[in-house]
């Protein structure tokens, strides 16, 4: 269970436990809880489901992950990043050149370190 060190531990169990769904409202996502009331403020191009406690978010093009709190704890900076799964989870990193493009796949922990890597090259786009 990942907590915020700014939140006393047994309100971050209850926070963990909270159901947010996300909500879209004037052209951003955010997120709200099984009540309707606005818990993370719609602040972002495009969000993920949460699972084991992070939700991906985009903003500017590039995901991220933040908490149920709304904190960014994995940087945006990736080109494609899936759900944590079994405390991972699978993201790429996109670079274009003039034949076509590189991309770094990448499974990263819940701190947004990587744990494996996989280099993918393909053709022209």
């Given at each position: 269970?990942?907590y915020n060190?700014?939140?006393?531990?047994?309100e971050?169990?209850?926070m963990e436990?909270?159901?947010?769904k996300?909500?879209?409202?004037?052209?951003?996502?955010g997120f709200?809880?099984e009540?309707?009331?606005?818990?993370?403020p719609c602040?972002w191009n495009d969000?993920?489901d949460?699972?084991?406690?992070?939700a991906?978010?985009?903003?500017?093009g590039?995901?991220?992950y933040?908490?149920?709190t709304?904190?960014?704890?994995?940087?945006?900076e990736?080109?494609?990043a899936?759900d944590?799964h079994e405390?991972?989870?699978?993201v790429?990193d996109?670079?274009?050149?003039e034949?076509?493009?590189?991309?770094d796949?990448?499974?990263?922990d819940h701190?947004?370190?990587?744990?494996?890597?996989?280099?993918q090259e393909?053709g022209p786009y």
């Amino acid at each position: 269970m990942i907590y915020n060190d700014n939140i006393p531990e047994t309100e971050a169990i209850i926070m963990e436990k909270r159901i947010l769904k996300p909500i879209y409202e004037n052209g951003k996502w955010g997120f709200a809880d099984e009540n309707g009331t606005v818990v993370i403020p719609c602040r972002w191009n495009d969000v993920c489901d949460f699972h084991e406690g992070l939700a991906g978010v985009q903003r500017d093009g590039k995901w991220g992950y933040i908490d149920k709190t709304g904190e960014l704890v994995i940087p945006c900076e990736f080109g494609e990043a899936d759900d944590f799964h079994e405390g991972l989870a699978h993201v790429v990193d996109w670079s274009y050149c003039e034949v076509g493009c590189v991309y770094d796949e990448y499974f990263i922990d819940h701190n947004g370190d990587i744990v494996g890597e996989i280099n993918q090259e393909i053709g022209p786009y």
